[in-house]
Nanobody, 119 residues
Framework: QVKLVESGGGSVQPGGSQRLSCIVS????????ITWFRQPPGKEREGVAG????????YYSDSVKDRFTISRGDADHTFYLQMNSLKPEDTAEYYC????????????WGQGTQVTVSS
């Protein structure tokens, strides 16, 4: 059973930073693609950043490019989303998800972690 657990959410002021973590366990696939999605209140869920488990191939949506950085931890099964220069419109529930490739079907979802950007 593959499990994804997010952490690191909370409240932050505009212009601040936050780092989200996603611990993935229970998978034996040689290829796995981790995507961070977010869902603002009353809006649809969108993918904002993704990374292959090679730790090199990444993707960013235009809304977060140059502000967010996705990375893989040394432990290989921990993935991070470093969020800088946060804006109120970044307020959302953030989800970690696992699939086979960028833009592909999601196989497994985490439970989500709330990020609120407000003064």
């Amino acid at each position: 059973q593959v499990k994804l657990v997010e952490s690191g959410g909370g409240s932050v002021q505009p212009g601040g930073s936050q780092r989200l973590s996603c611990i993935v366990s229970g998978y034996t696939y040689t290829n796995i693609y981790i995507t961070w999605f977010r869902q603002p209140p009353g809006k649809e869920r969108e993918g904002v950043a993704g990374i292959h488990n090679d730790g090199v191939t990444t993707y960013y949506s235009d809304s977060v490019k140059d502000r967010f950085t996705i990375s893989r931890g040394d432990a290989d099964h921990t993935f991070y989303l470093q969020m800088n220069s946060l804006k109120p419109e970044d307020t959302a529930e953030y989800y970690c998800a696992a699939g086979g490739y960028c833009g592909g079907a999601v196989w497994f979802w985490g439970q989500g972690t709330q990020v609120t950007v407000s003064s």
